[in-house]
């Protein structure tokens, strides 16, 4: 076991490193250039190009991309990704300073997907082809395909607009109250994110159960005297949800990208607003940052899923 | 090895514990943040305290710095911490704020003075003076600053030096006295006043011991530009929320009315649902959303024309767009008020030259709606019907995106083929760089304070990418004049060359002149004294007259 997950940390780790070479040579290989890409045309004027060339000579753009690449490896290695060509801030610090909201939303939205998930996927197996199997089919399949951006903004309109109940945007009031008002914040951006989550997990859950209930040793636990109920939670249902834990582990990246979305709408001060404004201005260190920390993130997931899944289930054998 | 179900079942739930711990981490900001909040709310304990919740259209760049790159979003907020010796009205005519009047200019041209305000005292206490205006021209004339507005200064005496690098500061910024700040030029330069007049002045108090070329990055300027000579004092930005400026017993106005300000970037459609929740007292709306907050109760509009345009530039490196009465055939063809009451619900006025205010003649011709006369024109210089024009743009904004569909369908109508290509900003920069476009579809710029400000989008000699001339357009007159212009110090004899140099760009067209969006507000009907401002980096231009009843 504890030779499987060193392979598996060094295999990781030379992933990790040619994502870092791939993106760095994507992101400088895309059209464009950040520093003309600061200056809007109308600004230009005598003696901008000048300018222009400059910049890019001390933001080392003009280097071979080779030695770029050395130069920003050499940092990275020693913790430095570099600084926002925008406003010369660390890369890291911009990245630090959003990890919170964005994990904190994510957790939230996780924590929701599963309490929604588990129980309407349960139901839905145990009646299986009923109403409420069909209803749990349609609710899934509704928020998956509605996009977020559109629940979100329905969503302000409803509980913001017109009922009131909740602030429409950002993650604190200024003169607000602490942890009650970040919560009031998070509801709106977390269950969406949540609901969106649930719609495969419910059917994911739903799946393994029925596939549980086919099994013998659940004919055996019935054929004991056992009530459904009791079938269910204490045989069925807890190995039905040893594969779930690889749906969620591969789910959280896929979050991230759903979370990028609902940030925007509701100014919510995680990383995704940090990543759509660096994509949209080229600013490459903090793009390189940022898909580095996804990297990683898909990477330890994937990780944890297999050694959680070797874990739990004594009959996956690793070597 | 067999596991029990107690075993097996302690596993899975750790199992699950330990996603949710993936997924949790930490989060020692998020603690931070609330404690934070709270802190604020015993803080602001005054129960009266007025606070103003206004919209910023995209997140600042938190480069708070007149040197820095123009980003909107910080010049609002650049607006409301500085101060600068001239400001621009609604009419965008300039008028005196730091000065005492606008600048005196010697009869021979060469000699601009600006009287300051005697008494003003910076949000720290230290009195201001002429010192700090020849501190910060010298650091925006200086491109080792990171400033990309040096070459506005390339008529002071000095300057080039300076921007040579073989010279520490401008010797044609001098401080007379503590109240006269003076520009000598090697060359009259007219529009250098209306150009540079209204530049964010800093506090050389604060930053004469950062090195020049670390001016870009340092903490003033990224975190706590927190001396200002504005009607606010900056206190925080909250990272992507908001940022909170409070009100600056030292500005030299006195104090404003409306304790707080806290400027919120949210996306446009999340900024008119808050004006109808009270969470947004002023905001900029799309005329596509009017209608939609004209209904609001308790919700006020009010618009300012815009001081640039939209057009599409029409890059006349290409053989076959050379020809002036291609581009007047495509001015006839387009029904721009069609497009001004579609698009843009009325709020914006057709454009026939890029001079604006007084250096706008009013005998010009106005290419009103003639397909005919348009199709006359291609007959007449044999236009190939089978010649595709690609029109390139970055999509997204709603009433460029509709002209651009507009112009595709009527500019057919005459049998000018036109081919749509939507491009992102990176590509864009490329095919202006590789000059390969056919024909852009942009907007923007301020050329209505000062008519020379026409002339780098014009001029033979300021062809992209030394200066925003995208259509490669030259016309020798047309330089000479505008040049005269800005030698000549008359005002009348100056506003007639402009109306002079405004007629060959009428009558020549180097751009497909589009429209004038106004600038609409939306705001809170408690607010008091707003006077819409078209520039929409500056709404709180006169925020020292606001009120907002509680």
């Known amino acids: ?319 | 090895m067999r596991r029990s179900r107690a075993q097996r079942a302690a596993l899975i739930s750790a199992g699950l514990s330990l996603i949710l711990a993936v997924a949790a981490c930490s989060d020692p900001t998020q603690s931070d943040d609330t404690g934070n909040t709270s802190d604020e709310g015993t803080d602001g304990a005054a129960a009266e305290d007025t606070a103003l919740n206004a919209y910023l259209y995209q997140a600042p760049n938190s480069n708070w710095s007149p040197m820095a790159p123009a980003h909107g979003p910080d010049q609002v907020v650049m607006n409301l911490i500085y101060d600068s010796l001239l400001g621009v009205n609604p009419d965008f005519q300039l008028y005196p704020r730091l000065a005492t009047g606008l600048p005196e200019i010697s009869d021979d041209g060469l000699t601009i003075t600006y009287t300051l305000q005697e008494g003003v005292t910076w949000s720290d206490g230290e009195p201001f003076t002429a010192e700090d205006v020849v501190f910060t021209y010298n650091m925006v004339a200086n491109p080792a600053t990171g400033s990309p507005s040096a070459g506005k200064f390339a008529d002071v005496a000095g300057a080039a030096e300076v921007a040579a690098g073989t010279a520490e500061t401008v010797s044609g910024f001098t401080a007379p006295d503590e109240h006269t700040f003076q520009i000598t030029l090697t060359k009259p330069n007219i529009g250098i006043v209306g150009l540079t007049g209204n530049i964010f002045i800093i506090p050389q108090h604060a930053l004469a011991d950062v090195p020049v070329d670390e001016m870009d990055t340092t903490d003033f300027f990224t975190k706590s530009p927190t001396v200002g000579l504005g009607p606010y004092v900056f206190q925080e930005y909250k990272t992507d929320q908001y940022v909170h400026l409070v009100k600056n017993p030292a500005f030299r106005e006195g104090e404003v009315d409306i304790d707080e300000i806290y400027l919120r970037p949210v996306t446009s459609d999340v900024a008119t649902a808050q004006l109808g929740t009270g969470e947004m007292d002023l905001a900029q709306i799309s005329p596509a959303d009017l209608e939609t907050v004209e209904a609001l109760d308790g919700i006020e509009v009010a618009s300012g024309p815009g001081a640039g345009f939209i057009r599409t530039s029409v890059n006349q490196q290409k053989p076959y767009l050379k020809d002036v009465r291609l581009r007047q055939a495509m001015l006839y063809a387009v029904d721009r008020q069609q497009l001004i009451d579609e698009a843009l619900g009325g709020k914006a006025q057709p454009v026939n030259a890029s001079f604006m205010t007084d250096a706008l003649p009013d005998d010009l011709e106005t290419y009103d709606y003639d397909p005919d006369k348009a199709r006359e024109l291609l007959a007449e210089m044999n236009w190939d019907p089978n010649q595709v024009i690609q029109l390139t743009w970055i999509p997204g904004q709603r009433d460029r995106d509709t002209a651009a569909t507009v112009l595709e369908a009527q500019l057919g109508e005459v049998g000018i083929k036109l081919e749509l290509n939507q491009v992102q900003p990176g590509e864009m920069t490329d095919m202006m760089n590789a000059q390969s476009y056919d024909m852009t579809l942009y907007g923007g710029g301020n050329y209505a304070t000062e008519p020379f400000a026409v002339y780098p989008i014009d001029s033979c000699s300021t062809w992209y990418p030394n200066g925003a001339n995208l259509s490669f357009w030259c016309n020798e007159e047309f330089d000479r004049l505008m040049l005269e212009a800005n030698a000549t110090v008359d005002e009348a004899a100056r506003y007639d060359l402009f109306q002079q140099a405004a007629r060959i760009e009428n009558a020549e067209v180097p751009m497909i002149y589009l429209y004038n969006p106004d600038t609409i507000w939306a705001h809170t009907d408690r607010l008091q004294g707003f006077e819409p401002m078209g520039d929409q980096t500056n709404p709180f231009w006169n925020v020292q007259e606001w009120s907002l009843d509680s």
Not at chain 1, 37 to 51: N, V
Not at chain 1, 260 to 283: H, I, K, S
Not at chain 1, 292 to 314: E, G, K, S, T
């Open chain 1, 1 to 319: 076991m504890a030779a499987f997950v060193v392979r598996r940390i060094l295999v990781n780790i030379v992933v990790f490193m040619l994502i870092g070479i791939g993106v760095f040579l994507l992101v400088r290989a895309a059209p464009g250039d950040p520093v003309r890409m600061m200056i809007s045309p109308e600004d230009l004027q005598e003696g901008s190009e000048q300018f222009i060339q400059a910049r890019r000579a001390e933001l080392g753009l003009d280097d071979p991309i080779l030695v770029q690449y050395a130069r920003w490896l050499l940092d990275a290695i020693s913790g430095d990704l570099g600084s926002s060509f925008l406003n010369r801030e660390p890369v890291s610090g911009l990245l630090l300073e959003r990890l919170g909201p964005t994990v904190l939303l994510m957790s939230t939205a996780l924590g929701i997907s599963l309490l929604i998930a588990v129980p309407l996927g349960t139901i839905a197996a145990v009646r299986r082809n009923t109403g409420v199997d069909y209803a749990a089919a349609a609710l899934s399949l509704g928020v998956i395909s509605v996009p977020s951006f559109f629940l979100g903004i329905t969503a302000i309109y409803v509980f913001s607009l017109q009922l009131g109940w909740l602030p429409s945007s950002g993650m604190s009031t200024p003169d607000g109250g602490g942890g009650a008002d970040v919560l009031k914040h998070l509801i709106m951006p977390a269950a969406i994110l949540g609901l969106a989550a649930a719609g495969p997990l419910t059917r994911y859950v739903r799946g393994s159960l029925i596939d549980e209930l086919s099994a013998d040793y659940v004919r055996t636990a019935e054929a004991k005297g056992g009530s459904l109920a009791r079938v269910v939670s204490r045989h069925a249902l807890r190995n039905s949800l040893i594969p779930l834990i690889t749906i969620v582990m591969i789910n959280i990246p896929q979050m991230l990208a759903g979370a990028v979305v609902l940030e925007q709408v509701f100014a919510w001060p995680g990383m995704g607003q940090l990543a759509v404004r660096a994509v949209n201005t080229q600013d490459y260190p903090v793009i390189v940052g940022f898909a580095l920390y996804v990297a990683a993130l898909v990477l330890v997931c994937n990780l944890v899923a297999d050694i959680a899944y070797a874990v739990v289930d004594p009959r996956v054998k690793v070597t």
